[in-house]
């Protein structure tokens, strides 16, 4: 079989399904997604079996114990994929929404709807739970999705896949629709990064070895998800108790992800009350702290932190702290470290407040909170597709509307140009 | 001098430079403007003489009449750059408009504020005039810009950006926010297509040759403009005296630009009625008609359509007719051949204009007015950068708005993810 063949027929029919998908009634998309969702819980049996037979290759292939969770699937995580099909199902359509409709002096009426990208090429990993999270997502926003899953998932992807094509199409999703790539060879990724006028849009989902191979590859559009290395400020002028709860949640609360603080930057002024204490609390919740000298005279027996500190997302209990001698030291800090995720400043200063908000570029920029709020779910979107650390067409958290693009409708009575 | 070296020491010195625009105020920016705005004015003398240089070695290298007039400036035009300049000063600053604002549940207070997008690179051809309208733009909306114009325009543009860039630096732009590639070796773009990091947009402006070059190659994210092949369908309910004072318009107003029409579609119940008087009036102001067998059956003496003819893009005073079965023929061809630029029906049937206005995919989707008006002036913008046919970010005339990005900036008091 020829793999580049094989991607383009696949992008070919979700191109010819994305057309019809465009203008399906909300009704129409609704009951696809529920029918899917109770596939899921009917074919529970089948699609256990076959991740069975992908955690015992796993197992075999010496996958780390986080990886064989990531894949694992059971009846809790397959009611969790089939609550999310409906949840989404419960959600707004942005298709047809208009943005904003206005007459120009020669009476033309304008008017932005927003209307589906077309066909949108998922990368992703290990995780099964991703296929039907997207592909859900892609179906509600109108339109067809391209899923590629990783190979430690194969069987797990097609079983679920299967299960929630068929159930889609027999209830009236055009043909099409979803799409799973069954050969996980990396020349598949590679084809679809070349397929300008098939695929509108490729959004990598993983590792950054894995956006990174997208992002410098790809000719189609792309999304940038995910790598976040993200600071705390603690000003001067920082209610310090607050800052220390702010910091053991950003830290602690749940170290893996891509929202949480990878480097803390405490004001000179500031440090020799906050950090001493900070450092009994960090050390007994279990953070290894890798600190600059001025660290290391307020918190004994931590790691000296060296420039790769600076630049890590350590995804893990492990945090890097540096004493700084301003809000511009720090604001130098995070620009030149940072990733433009999400960046916060502690402090009761109005003036400094808002120069750091002005001024600090980033998807999310906090004052007096955690950054482990940057998520579509508690932005109030409903659900997300991933974070975009990219500045163009979306920024930050992905919900429906990020997978949108809009048209100018206009109105006319007859009017020619002048 | 290495060429690589050269082009990224000016996107470093553009990056650095954005920094420092992107919180500038409006009335900082708008002092610039306007200087850059008289001093064009006083260097008007030395502006002419270079852009003689580029003509007399365009017409020794035999460049065609269209093309030197292009190349030409004059005193009007350079009146014309100067007042561009003072239009984009008078209008409103996107950078800090807060597009809306939420409080969440637990009291946290988010808002999606308008920021720049940082560097954007105009790579273009041999029109002077865009050295000055794309500064402008770029300055206003808070972004450095690097611009890469054609090598027949050379000693052009190079007198013209260092007039602006001193008189901008002067009145208090920082150093480096308007960058010319002097370098006009090919070399030159492939180096800026790769600057991730650094350059956070191009925007190719010109043939397509070049859009498809930087569209094909470029790892930086491209908004595509430009490419129109636009229809006009008139369908069997149209009110055929209006339709015709479309299509004239539509063809011949300015027939090089991308949003005139290039191919007419008519319902077989109108063509009878409709084609004979219509290739009366188009023969009769100059316009080369390549119609289908039906058409043929209706005006005399012209040339039979190919299939190349149903894919051309004309920008001339040709016309591509096909008589269509209904109008969801008319839309497969549309969905077939357009380019998703402008697309318009004529009708006064008020279900096909709903199903025109919802299922044709294109950045404009007209009823009964010309395809002419897809233009950030006609559309009410104020001024133009481009017109993107792309889905992601921007889709149809881009304004000011169009070069930002936004941020969301969260107000709290301490809260912490549960």
């Known amino acids: 079989m020829d793999i580049n063949n094989y991607i383009f027929d696949k992008a070919l029919k979700a191109k010819e399904a994305s057309r ?7 009704e129409e998309k609704n009951k696809a997604l529920i029918s899917m969702s109770e596939a899921l819980i009917n074919n529970e049996t089948f699609i256990l079996e076959q991740n069975e037979k ?6 075999s292939n010496g996958m780390t114990e986080a ?3 990531r894949l694992a699937l059971n009846h809790k995580r397959i009611e969790d994929m089939a609550l999310g099909l409906k949840n989404v199902a419960s959600m707004g359509d942005p298709v047809g929404q208009v943005l904003k409709m206005w007459r120009r002096p020669n009476d033309l009426q304008i008017g932005q709807m927003r209307v589906p990208l077309g066909v949108i090429g998922i990368i992703y990993e290990a995780r099964p739970n991703v296929t039907v999270d997207a592909a859900a997502l892609c179906i509600k926003s109108g339109n067809a999705v391209i899923l590629r899953g990783g190979k430690e998932a194969i069987n797990s992807n097609k079983a679920i896949a299967d299960t929630i094509i068929k159930a889609g199409e027999l209830s009236g999703l055009p043909k099409g629709s979803i799409q799973l790539i069954e050969v996980t060879d990396r ?19 993983g590792g950054s070895g894995l956006i990174q191979n997208v992002v410098k590859n790809s000719t189609v559009p792309v999304i940038e998800t995910g790598v976040g290395n993200c600071h705390v400020y603690v000003d001067e002028d920082a209610d310090l108790e607050m800052a220390e709860n702010i910091v053991v949640n950003a830290k602690t609360q749940r170290p893996a992800v891509c929202n949480a603080m990878e480097t803390l930057l405490v004001h000179k002024n500031a440090a020799p009350k906050f950090l001493p204490k900070l450092g009994e609390t960090l050390k007994a919740l279990g953070v290894e702290i890798r600190g600059c000298t001025e660290t290391e005279k307020y918190i004994k027996d931590i790691v000296s932190a060296e420039e790769k500190d600076w630049e890590t997302e350590y995804l893990n209990l492990i945090l890097a702290v540096k004493v700084v001698n301003s809000m511009d030291e720090a604001m130098d800090h995070i620009y030149k470290y940072g990733t433009k995720h999400s960046e916060a400043i502690i402090t009761n200063n109005y003036k400094n407040s808002q120069r750091f908000l002005n001024e600090v570029d980033a998807a999310a920029v906090y004052v007096n909170a955690s950054t482990r709020f940057t998520d579509g779910s508690e ?5 997300e597709i991933g974070i975009s650390t ?3 067409h979306a920024r930050g958290p992905m919900g429906l509307e990020q997978l949108t693009t809009t048209k100018y409708i206009i109105y006319g009575q007859g009017q020619t140009r002048k």
Do not use: H
Request: positive net charge; contains cysteine.
């Open 54 to 59: 992908d955690l015992k290759e796993g197992k």
């Open 67 to 69: 990886l064989l969770d």
């Open 379 to 383: 932005f109030g979107f409903g659900a």
């Open 20 to 26: 019809k998908l465009a203008y399906l009634s909300a």
């Open 390 to 392: 990219q500045k163009l």
């Open 187 to 205: 020349e598949g990724v590679n084809c679809m990064m070349k397929l300008n006028g098939y695929i509108d849009v490729l959004i990598p989902r």
